[in-house]
Structures are given as structure tokens and as C-alpha cells.
């Protein structure tokens, strides 16, 4: 082991920053030029397809076989310009990583003549086998056939890989009987929810809005290891996290690294994989050093939530295969290592309408104000509603390790709307009884007109809140870092459009029924969901002990493990839910929580199977080893006549290591035993909740007694535990 680890630094000492040439200083120049967008659809198509393209797409529409054909021919012929031999239907599986299957776009006549050709029923639909993609039960593993259809609101692109380039056309997968394998299905149907949700709502205010889109920026963080230094760790290359690690002298202590300068083998990697990002498409345009060392952040500007979505599967993609040019390693784990912040995937979202009109953006009118609180109010009455729901949509075994570890929002959804806002909502709440005249002074009593001077540069952040409200957008915090975003942006779309479909509703019986003036009934029905949804709304330190407290006075969960959280997708309500508004049916619903909690079990199998190995064949042989050194040196001081109170603390030295030795074998064994009685347990949830508290504490016990071990073990071949103080090289 010591002469890997000192292999693994040699080579940590020799890496220099790679060279990267840019295709142009300017990045307007290059930006999008490997994606098949709109500028290159107008330059290979016909004007009359080209707007017949668009109009099906902006409308939601299938595209016609006719139509179909004339974007095959042009996106063959784009891709194939730009060097391209193959193509492929890029899904998002629920593995949680994307998949594509490689096909050519070299044929045989019926002749046998060689020729290119793409035809629109290759580009609309494909078959790729589905027997070895979840789908939790829903097909059998002899039942392969599954399809894969094309979205055409996601633009394809090329992938280089080492010269070559594929033709990318992002999809949706599902099963041969029509349930959804993927996550891009239901988040497809969510968009489709809230905008006919939304409308109608904004229509209250402006009869011009027809569309409302919900945009996304994604921010993405991420550890960089050297690839040396990863391969010579077992833990982390099977898990993605240290299962046993030395605490460095020098974490994250001087708060020295957010910020900070970027290393410059770091900052060669960064520009790289910004480059190809920005040929994709992917607007990138931040990049830093995180709070942990070597851990880092790039953020994309917002996009439409489904693009954003494909941008960010592409983005973590390239990340990894740009990191290995430059001799590193991507760690997306939400918690590779313990003591140092975690990594997660900040969720900023936000609608917009055709107008041009950020909803969560307070406006320079009162009347504008009231729309603006119209869709704020709402968005926390849904969270509020459904608050278990968003925990579950975050919900993973990785994840768990960092909800409420102290840089991470908790597993107690709540939400942050900063003081100035309360104060308004206070307001607002306040004048229920104040008799309210239709005019500008209504909105001056509510305190309406004073949004836009209030909120401008005074909208604080909390992150210790999971879902934040950041001056014209809400930030959901506690998305993991290795997630997809899919699944909470369409549990957030699928519960705001359920409730502003709530809210129309008792606005319009009011005016309808009660004979109240519009902007009255509105305000009455806000006033409602303001005092309904306060105990959602918290102000201070999430990681406190005291809002643990204070939550469950107010009626929320603090769901701290995966298993549980997940169970609410059996429940009643949610499910009636989803199926009510079609996003998912209850075979769907039913099939992605029993994914969901195989994925759990089958994470802490591997962990646990690499901890046992670890403990069994490389701690306690070097603990035995040095064991052995202290008893030679006994021998030897005896032999010379050298005994004194020495002999006794190294005597006393070995019986610990002993000790320690027999409970690292114990708990080892004891954990392996579960682990087999875990897996004879038939029903995937009962297995996941008894992996969760029988098998998980092990972790713990054995790492307690390696660490208590490591402080006395003196020996340059002790594994493993100390590469951790390698790690955080520059």
C-alpha cells in the first residue's frame, strides 16, 4: 500500500496544467455550434418546414410523417457536415445517468449500393432493448421490447468522443404497454400541466398571456480528485465516497477556499469542459471554488426547464470525460468525504409568460404586484400541501448523508422569504377585517404598492432553507448533486398547478356566486393561503436544534431517511394526485418507488460489501502487522535489559489494537450477517427500512473503531485511511 500511495503521489507531482485552445476568444462565436437548433434548421430546411417546425412545436403537436422526413434529411445532413457517422436516441433512464444506442447512418440499397440515410421513422421512434432498465415490475427481464420517441422541444447535438461525433436526439422512453421508464416523460407532461394551469390565472391580469413556461438554472457542484490518487482508494471508486478516512489537519477550517483562486490545473479543466459545454448549447457562465477544498460550482443562465434539464444530464457527462484528459476525477457524491461540505444541485425556478413577464418577479404597478403575489402565495401554499412530496423527490441514499449535515438544507422542508416579504404577507393577513374599496387605495392598505422598492437589493438568502425565495425566483437547495433534476422539477410543476387550479376555482366562486369584484376576491383567497400556509414559512437557522422542535410544534416531518421518505408515494392523496392531473399512474407511481428503494438497498450493498473487504484484508492485516512491530520491540528491550514504564504503555498499546481488532470483526461479521438476513426479506420496502436500521449503524460502529485504531497504528503501510490528507492537494 505505501508504495501505491507513494506511486500515486509521484504522479500528483508531475501533472501540469493541460493546454486548451479555444475555438475563438469570443464565446458568441462558438456557442451552439454543435447543437441542431433553430438557426440550423432555417439553413437546412425549406422556409415552409422550417415554420411548419415551428409552429407544431410551439403548439405542442406530433410532427407529421412528411414533416418527420424533411428534419431527418436536414439533421443527417447537418450532422454528417460536421464529420458525424452515427446517431443516436439520447433517453434518461431511471438508472438517474442517460443511455444511447449507436446506429449508422451507412445502408445498403436493395441493390446493395452504399449510401447515408436517415429516414423520419428513425429519427421519431426507436426500440431499444428495455429489459435491463428499471421499471419496477412493470415488464418482466424476457420482455425486451421498449420504445424511445423523439422530443422535439429538445434540440439534438453532437458528442465528440476522441475525433469521432455522434448525432444526439434527445427522447423519452417507455414500455411496450405505454407506462414511462424515464424521467423526461413526466416532467414533458408537468410543463404541459402548469402552463394550463398558469394561464388561465395570469389571465386575471393580462388577456394577452396564452403561454407560461417554466424556466431553470441549474447550479452544479462537484468535487475534483486527482484520477492517481481516486484509483488508489477502493472506497471511492466503488462508491463514490471515503468508508473510511484520516480527518486532514486542514479541511475547510479558514473558510480559505470559497472563492479563493482557482488552481491552475483546476482552471484548465474548467475552460475546457466549458468549451464543449458551450459549443452543446449549455449556457455556462460562473465557475468558483466551493466552501469544501477541491470542491467546486458552475452555473448555466435559466432556460426552459426541460432544456435545462437535458443540459445538465449533458453537462455532469462531460464534466466526467473532460476530467480524465486532465488526469481527474469528478465526484458527484453528495458526501465523499466526512467533516467537509457535501456537494448538491441548487434548483432555480421560476415561470415566465409569452409577454415576457418574469410571475415571480414583483412589478413596477400595485396591480402587477398582485399577480406577482398571486404566484408567490400559491407556489408556498403548494409546498406547504405537499411538503412530504418534495422530501421524497430529493430522497437517495447518497443524499441522506448530507440533508442537515451542517452545509445542507434539512430533511424539514420549509421555506425562506426573507423579512421584508413577511412583513408584506403580515400585512396582508392583518386586513382581513379592514374593509377593503376597489382603487389604488386598497392596494396601499394591503402595502402591495410597495413591493418592487422593498425587494430591490434587500432580498436576503438562507441556506439553511430547502426552498428559498431569491428576490424573482425560488431556489430548491436541497436537490443532490447527483440527481436529476427531473424528478423534483416535476413534483414542484405537478403541486403549483394543482393548486392555482384550486385557486382559480375559489376566486372565480366568489365572484360568480358572492358577487365580489375580482381583485377583492383574489386578495380574500390570498389571505386565506397566507394564514393557512404560515407554519411552512421559517425565517432562521435551519440547522438548529431548536427548529427541530419548533417544526414539529407546527405539524411538520423531518423525514430523515431515504426508506420512509419515499413512502409517500403510496399514499392516498399523492397518488390520486398524479393520476388525477395524468402525470403518472398509479402502475407508474407503484413501479418508480419500489426503483427508488432497490437503488437504496443495492447502494448500501456495495458499501457494506466494500467495508467488510476493506476491514477484513487490508485494516486488520496492518494493524496485526504493527501489532507484531510493538511485540518485537518488547521482546528486544527485554533481551538488553532495558524495561521500564515504557514496556507498560506499549504493552497496554497492544491490548487496545486488540481490542479494537475484535470489534472491527464483530461488527464486520454482525454486519454481513444482516446484510443476509436483509436479503431474504421478500417486500423491497421492508428490506430498504431494514437496511436503513439494521445494517446502516454498522457503518458507523466500524468506522469509530478504524479511526481510534489509525491514531495509534504508526506505520507508513497503513491503508487507505490516510490518502485523505492527499486528497485536498492542489
Known amino acids: 500500500m505505501a508504495i501505491l500511495r507513494f506511486k500515486a503521489l509521484e504522479l500528483v507531482s508531475q501533472r501540469k496544467p493541460a493546454e486548451v485552445v479555444l475555438p475563438n476568444s469570443k464565446i458568441s462565436e462558438y456557442f451552439g455550434q454543435n447543437v441542431f437548433g433553430y438557426d440550423a434548421l432555417r ?23 412528411n414533416l418527420a422526413d424533411a428534419v431527418a434529411a436536414a439533421m443527417k445532413n447537418w450532422a454528417m457536415s460536421k464529420g458525424a457517422t452515427h446517431y443516436t436516441h439520447w433517453f434518461q433512464p431511471l438508472t438517474g445517468s442517460t443511455a444511447e444506442k449507436h446506429d449508422s447512418f451507412f445502408d445498403l440499397t436493395n441493390e446493395g449500393d452504399p449510401i447515408e440515410s436517415f429516414k423520419g421513422s428513425a429519427l421519431v421512434q426507436q426500440e431499444p432493448d428495455a429489459s435491463s432498465f428499471p421499471s419496477g415490475g412493470i415488464r418482466n427481464t424476457f420482455e425486451a421490447r421498449g420504445y424511445s420517441a423523439w422530443d422535439p422541444s429538445s434540440p439534438a447535438f453532437l458528442i465528440e468522443n476522441h475525433g469521432t461525433r455522434t448525432l444526439c436526439i434527445p427522447t423519452i422512453f417507455v ?5 414511462a421508464l424515464d424521467y423526461k416523460t413526466p416532467l414533458l407532461k408537468s410543463l404541459h400541466l402548469l402552463n394550463q394551469a398558469a394561464v388561465p390565472v395570469c389571465q386575471y391580469f393580462d388577456k394577452d398571456v396564452v403561454k407560461v413556461n417554466t424556466t431553470l438554472g441549474i447550479e452544479q457542484e462537484y468535487f475534483l480528485v486527482d484520477l492517481a490518487l481516486y484509483e488508489a482508494r477502493p472506497d471511492l471508486v466503488m462508491t463514490g465516497r471515503t468508508l473510511f478516512g484520516h480527518a486532514p489537519a486542514k479541511g475547510q477550517q479558514l473558510e480559505d477556499h470559497y472563492f479563493g483562486a482557482i488552481p491552475s490545473r483546476v482552471h484548465s479543466f474548467m475552460v475546457d469542459f466549458e468549451k464543449s459545454a458551450l459549443k452543446l448549447g449549455i449556457p455556462l457562465r460562473t465557475r468558483h471554488n466551493e466552501v469544501a477544498p477541491n470542491q467546486f460550482e458552475c452555473a448555466p443562465t435559466f432556460e426552459d426547464a426541460n432544456l435545462a434539464v437535458d443540459h445538465n444530464q449533458l453537462l455532469m457527462d462531460i464534466m466526467g470525460r473532460v476530467a480524465e484528459r486532465h488526469g481527474f476525477k469528478v465526484l458527484l457524491h453528495e458526501k465523499p468525504y466526512k467533516g467537509v461540505n457535501g456537494s448538491g444541485k441548487h434548483n432555480n425556478w421560476a415561470l415566465s409568460t409569452n409577454t415576457g413577464v418574469n410571475l415571480l418577479s414583483p412589478g413596477k404597478k400595485p396591480k402587477e404586484n398582485l399577480q406577482f403575489l398571486t404566484f408567490f402565495v400559491n407556489t408556498v401554499m403548494a409546498v406547504y400541501k405537499h411538503a412530504d412530496l418534495l422530501r421524497a423527490s430529493i430522497a437517495s441514499a447518497s443524499n441522506d448523508h448530507r440533508l442537515g449535515a451542517n452545509e445542507a438544507p434539512p430533511a424539514i422542508m420549509s421555506v425562506f422569504v426573507g423579512q421584508q416579504l413577511t412583513a ?12 377593503m374599496e376597489k382603487g389604488d387605495n386598497m392596494y396601499l392598505k394591503l402595502g402591495i404598492d ?10 436576503d438568502r438562507n441556506r439553511t432553507s430547502p426552498f428559498a425565495f431569491t428576490g424573482n425566483k425560488f431556489e430548491f437547495r436541497a436537490v443532490g448533486s447527483s440527481a436529476n433534476s427531473s424528478s423534483s422539477i416535476t413534483v414542484l410543476n405537478t403541486i403549483v398547478a394543482d393548486q392555482l387550479i384550486d385557486f382559480r376555482v375559489a376566486v372565480d366562486d366568489l365572484i360568480e356566486n358572492k358577487g365580489m369584484k375580482k381583485e377583492l376576491a383574489i386578495i380574500q383567497v390570498l389571505r386565506e393561503y397566507v394564514a393557512t400556509s404560515k407554519p411552512i414559512r421559517f425565517e432562521g437557522n435551519g440547522y438548529s436544534k431548536e427548529w427541530e422542535e419548533e417544526a414539529a410544534r407546527r405539524g411538520l416531518s423531518n423525514i430523515k431517511s431515504t426508506p420512509l421518505a419515499l413512502d409517500v408515494h403510496q399514499r392516498e392523496d399523492v397518488q390520486d394526485l398524479f393520476t388525477r392531473h395524468g402525470i403518472l399512474s398509479r402502475k407508474e407511481l407503484h413501479a418508480r418507488h419500489e426503483i427508488l428503494l432497490e437503488d437504496y438497498i443495492k447502494k448500501i450493498q456495495i458499501e457494506s460489501r466494500v467495508m467488510g473487504d476493506l476491514a477484513f484484508n487490508h485494516v486488520i492485516p496492518t494493524a496485526v502487522a504493527y501489532q507484531n512491530k510493538l511485540i518485537q520491540n518488547i521482546r528486544g528491550l527485554k533481551d538488553l535489559g532495558l524495561e521500564d514504564e515504557y514496556t507498560e504503555t506499549t504493552l497496554d498499546s497492544i491490548k487496545r489494537i486488540s481490542r479494537h481488532i475484535k470489534t472491527i470483526q464483530t461488527n464486520a461479521v454482525d454486519m454481513i450477517q444482516q446484510r443476509k438476513v436483509a436479503n431474504k426479506i421478500e417486500d423491497v420496502r421492508e428490506k430498504a427500512i431494514y437496511y436503513n436500521e439494521k445494517v446502516l449503524p454498522y457503518f458507523d460502529a466500524i468506522r469509530t473503531s478504524v479511526d481510534k485504531l489509525e ?20
Do not use: H, Q
Open 43 to 65: 439553413a437546412t430546411m425549406s422556409t415552409e418546414n422550417f415554420r411548419r417546425l415551428c409552429a407544431t412545436i410551439d403548439a405542442g403537436e406530433k410532427v407529421d410523417r
Open 175 to 179: 414500455s411496450y404497454t405505454g407506462e
Open 424 to 435: 408584506v404577507l403580515e400585512e396582508l393577513e392583518r386586513t382581513a377585517k379592514v374593509p
Open 450 to 459: 410597495k413591493i418592487p422598492e422593498i425587494l430591490r437589493d434587500n432580498t
Open 711 to 730: 491514531l495509534m497504528v504508526d506505520d507508513e503501510d497503513w491503508p487507505l485511511v490516510k490518502y485523505r490528507e492527499l486528497m485536498f492537494r492542489r
